[in-house]
């Protein structure tokens, strides 16, 4: 028998002595009304003298997470959600029995219930005298070793529950993205814009060039696509006479995963009627320096060593600019698809040769050269109108869009552009994008959204819009290199067994 079989066994040989005794082992009665978190903040300056005064008692419940044993007296800490906090059992004070059977019974792991009074031991730290301890929930496997916890990443991912029990800075980086959360929707709500819910399920995916999962509803008899965008729904919504919508929810896209990304992920978008790219540009530095002086106090946090600085103005580089400056191809190359092809085999970046759209191909030079040197916030503007078919020509230049994308800490945050109203426009460009289609790709729909053509055909207001990567902004604001650390149950490989 292996050494975590025998644990097990164990565990249940005591889990059913504890019910031949009448100790029920899930019990539903404990009503604790106190927190660990809240007693230390609280009493945790108060005096030891001051502490004997108290005529009150504390009630809490949590997680039996260490224990010092003393023959007639033990030391244990228990962790609810608040935190960890010392409690006292002492022979004399439990009595003989409860106390012989929480010493024989009752295992780290365990969920129980104590309630005491509060002293200060010799060596200050704030702790309950139990007056009464109860089992509340035996648990049947064991905690990871103490010292060395959850050391294999991806185990950590699969058992984020136990990952959560036995890291503090795991459960505080899922607080902040609640925090997150919570800023985005408070900042639009404030700035008069209505939180909306568009289908997840979608007879056609648009919005976004990417491989969609697909489904198929029996009572339709069609085949369905869960999203890879909101954006044509939330468009729709401006032509209803909503001018100012958001939306915070999942996107799905049929991809790879990686610490950048996963299958399933969170994005904001919002789209502001008689707005433009550049006004989303000047928003978008009021809500990054909002959302940091919110989690840090200040416009200036430190990511995986560096220091990012939202101190705005932001860097505005087009996009072309950024590949000859900052990605060192040379000029002269960039206007010469085969020239680009050549010069991407020279730097060993891998690229689809058949492409026929050069916009493509300046995109994975950008990717491979541009964006991991963009550190600081930036926003990259002028895109290709080849990549960009649900973005608004510039009036100066119609080979590039009123688009920007914006950059921090070497990936990508925020995608945004004046939105393309013009129905005979948007046709042209969706043919021109199902023309080009490769017929082994399947980032391209090959079928047009008739119904997205005839809402703006009923016209659409002039109006930008916005899309957020939810889960990489609290990548950011939690120092954590990657998305499956922000995400509380990422997906993986199926186990091996």
Do not use: C
């Amino acid at each position: 028998m292996s050494e975590e079989s025998q644990v097990l066994k164990v565990r249940r040989e005591k889990a059913e002595e504890l019910e031949s005794q009448g100790v029920p082992l899930f019990p539903n009665q404990f009503k604790p009304e106190d927190k660990a978190g809240a007693i230390k903040e609280i009493f945790g300056d108060y005096q030891p003298e001051e502490l004997e005064k108290l005529e009150a008692t504390f009630k809490v419940a949590g997680r039996l997470m260490a224990r010092r044993d003393f023959g007639k007296a033990m030391f244990i800490h228990i962790q609810d959600e608040t935190g960890r906090i010392q409690v006292f059992i002492k022979r004399d004070e439990l009595g003989a029995e409860k106390f012989k059977l929480f010493k024989k019974y009752f295992d780290l792991g365990d969920i129980i219930g104590v309630e005491g009074s509060l002293f200060k031991t010799k060596t200050g730290e704030l702790t309950i005298l139990a007056k009464e301890v109860v089992l509340v929930t035996k648990a049947l496997r064991p905690l990871p070793e103490k010292y060395h916890g959850l050391q294999d990443v991806e185990l950590r991912y699969r058992r984020r529950y136990l990952d959560l029990i036995m890291n503090e800075r795991v459960r505080e980086i899922f607080r902040t993205r609640t925090r997150i959360v919570e800023y985005f929707r408070r900042y639009f709500s404030s700035q008069g814009f209505l939180e909306v819910e568009t289908p997840m399920m979608q007879p056609i995916p648009g919005g976004a060039t990417a491989r969609p999962f697909k489904t198929y509803h029996h009572a339709l008899e069609r085949e369905l696509y869960l999203r890879i965008a909101p954006e044509l729904y939330l468009k729709r919504l401006l032509v209803g006479g909503f001018e100012r919508v958001f939306e915070l929810n999942r996107n799905f896209r049929n991809e790879g995963i990686s610490i950048q990304h996963n299958p399933e992920f969170t994005m904001l978008e919002f789209y502001e009627a008689y707005a433009t790219y550049e006004d989303l540009m000047t928003r978008t530095e009021e809500i990054f320096v909002g959302l940091a002086r919110e989690l840090k106090g200040d416009t200036k946090i430190v990511y995986q060593g560096q220091e990012i600085d939202f101190t705005p103005p932001w860097p505005k580089i087009p996009f072309k600019q950024a590949l000859i400056d900052i990605g060192g191809v040379p000029e002269e190359v960039l206007d010469d698809r085969e020239k680009v092809i050549a010069f991407a085999r020279e730097k060993e970046i891998k690229i689809d040769e058949r492409e026929p759209v050069l916009g493509k191909l300046w995109a994975k030079l950008f990717d491979a050269l541009v964006e991991p040197e963009l550190i600081q916030p930036t926003f990259i503007i002028a895109f290709p109108v080849d990549i960009s078919p649900l973005a608004r020509r510039n009036e100066k230049d119609p080979s590039v869009a009123d688009r920007f994308e914006l950059f921090i800490a070497g990936r990508e945050i925020a995608n945004a552009f004046s939105e393309l109203n013009d129905p005979r426009d948007q046709r042209a460009r969706f043919e021109e994008q199902i023309k080009r289609r490769l017929k082994d790709d399947p980032e391209i729909h090959p079928e047009i959204d008739e119904d997205f053509i005839r809402a703006l055909e009923y016209g659409m207001p002039p109006a930008a819009g916005e899309g957020i990567g939810i889960d990489r902004v609290v990548m950011l604001f939690t120092d954590s290199p990657s998305i499956r650390e922000v995400i509380l149950f990422p997906h993986l490989r199926p186990e091996q067994k």
